[in-house]
């Protein structure tokens, strides 16, 4: 007896459409649906069409997400002077890709940071988190102020404390309250592993020279010709990821390691003759070029050459080279 089959899901856009919504809220980003999923080149955002809902529909009644469209899911994220001291006018669009995405800039002045940003929160699995989390409401409330101020870190005008104080107040919160919960003291010996097992394998796979790990994270690996970082992933896929490449690349679970063998030279008397076309000038699947110093008749010698080979005939020596 066979095992009963699983049914397909009847609305996958609705399913994918959750996925990438929580996503969104990982990198405080919209939902958004891209032009076209196979080139984000040139992509700005008023050619975005934003999604609150899997069943949002346009102007016409259609429904804008459908299963034939699940590629184009992204996740736009803007506002990134909330988080650093860069990318004020960044936008960065994350495209899904069924959660393998692929993270680009597409507005505003070039930001590296803000592309690293989005990507060390979904490789890390951590949410992004404005300059004010944790911060009691009075330094809060003066970050917040600075923000949308545009004032970078270490410039903090005295009247952005009374402003603060002021704000608080009409709220009539407390300034120096704390609503974040105190967590468990760690213990200095508490013998927990500095690193993440699951990337010693990775490490002896595609390590550079420098390579280290740190974390959850190695540093220095080579994918595919490119230098970038490895991480493990909440849901256990191993991601890698470059500076000069915005896509990810996900890694087998189990990488095969390189083995060296030795070398054994075989008889030199199988090795097969040469496959000389022309005399001793060309041979068959082997490149072969003239040289010599301009105006010294190459171009002529190598049509000469063909016309002889194409002919059967020795038109450059008589006594010589002969085509076979």
Same mark, same amino acid.
């Given at each position: 007896?066979?095992?009963?089959?699983?049914?397909?899901?009847?609305?996958?856009?609705?399913?994918?459409?959750?996925?990438?919504?929580?996503?969104?809220?990982?990198?405080?980003?919209?939902?958004?649906?891209?032009?076209?999923?196979?080139?984000?080149?040139?992509?700005?955002?008023?050619?975005?069409?934003?999604?609150?809902?899997?069943?949002?529909?346009?102007?016409?009644?259609?429904?804008?997400?459908?299963?034939?469209?699940?590629?184009?899911?992204?996740?736009?994220?803007?506002?990134?002077?909330?988080?650093?001291?860069?990318?004020?006018?960044?936008?960065?669009?994350?495209?899904?890709?069924?959660?393998?995405?692929?993270?680009?800039?597409?507005?505003?002045?070039?930001?590296?940071?803000?592309?690293?940003?989005?990507?060390?929160?979904?490789?890390?699995?951590?949410?992004?988190?404005?300059?004010?989390?944790?911060?009691?409401?009075?330094?809060?409330?003066?970050?917040?102020?600075?923000? #949308? %101020?545009? @004032? $970078?870190?270490? !410039?903090?005008? =005295?009247?952005? /404390?009374?402003? *603060?104080?002021?704000?608080?107040?009409?709220?009539?919160?407390?300034?120096?309250?704390?609503?974040?919960?105190?967590?468990?003291?760690?213990?200095?010996?508490?013998?927990?592993?500095?690193?993440?097992?699951?990337?010693?394998?990775?490490?002896?796979?595609?390590?550079?020279?420098?390579?280290?790990?740190?974390?959850?994270?190695?540093?220095?690996?080579?994918?595919?010709?490119?230098?970038?970082?490895?991480?493990?992933?909440?849901?256990? #896929? %191993?991601? @890698? $990821?470059?500076? !000069?490449?915005? =896509?990810?690349? /996900?890694?087998? *679970?189990?990488?095969?390691?390189?083995?060296?063998?030795?070398?054994?030279?075989?008889?030199?008397?199988?090795?097969?003759?040469?496959?000389?076309?022309?005399?001793?000038?060309?041979?068959?699947?082997?490149?072969?070029?003239?040289?010599?110093?301009?105006?010294?008749?190459?171009?002529?010698?190598?049509?000469?050459?063909?016309?002889?080979?194409?002919?059967?005939?020795?038109?450059?020596?008589?006594?010589?080279?002969?085509?076979?």
């Amino acid at each position: 007896m066979t095992a009963p089959q699983p049914k397909p899901d009847p609305r996958p856009h609705r399913t994918a459409f959750y996925q990438v919504n929580e996503l969104a809220h990982q990198i405080s980003g919209d939902v958004v649906l891209v032009p076209d999923a196979s080139n984000l080149i040139g992509i700005r955002r008023e050619a975005l069409i934003k999604l609150s809902h899997w069943a949002n529909k346009g102007d016409e009644g259609e429904h804008l997400l459908t299963p034939d469209n699940i590629d184009r899911l992204a996740v736009l994220t803007d506002g990134f002077f909330r988080f650093i001291d860069e990318g004020k006018d960044a936008s960065v669009v994350t495209l899904w890709r069924g959660g393998t995405p692929i993270v680009q800039q597409i507005d505003g002045e070039p930001c590296e940071a803000a592309v690293d940003l989005v990507t060390d929160a979904i490789t890390g699995m951590r949410p992004l988190q404005e300059k004010w989390h944790g911060l009691p409401p009075l330094e809060a409330e003066i970050e917040i102020l600075a923000c #949308r %101020a545009g @004032f $970078t870190e270490g !410039h903090r005008p =005295k009247w952005l /404390e009374r402003t *603060a104080r002021a704000n608080l107040a009409e709220r009539d919160v407390d300034p120096a309250a704390s609503d974040e919960p105190k967590g468990e003291p760690v213990a200095a010996n508490d013998n927990a592993p500095q690193h993440d097992e699951r990337l010693v394998p990775y490490l002896a796979a595609f390590a550079a020279k420098d390579a280290f790990i740190s974390g959850s994270t190695l540093f220095g690996a080579v994918v595919g010709g490119l230098t970038g970082k490895i991480q493990i992933v909440a849901d256990g #896929r %191993a991601l @890698f $990821t470059s500076r !000069h490449s915005k =896509k990810f690349i /996900e890694l087998p *679970a189990q990488p095969k390691t390189l083995a060296a063998s030795p070398f054994t030279l075989g008889d030199p008397a199988s090795l097969p003759e040469r496959d000389w076309l022309f005399g001793r000038h060309y041979i068959r699947r082997y490149a072969t070029a003239s040289v010599g110093p301009g105006g010294g008749g190459k171009t002529a010698h190598s049509i000469s050459e063909s016309l002889a080979m194409v002919t059967g005939r020795p038109l450059l020596d008589p006594q010589g080279a002969q085509a076979t």
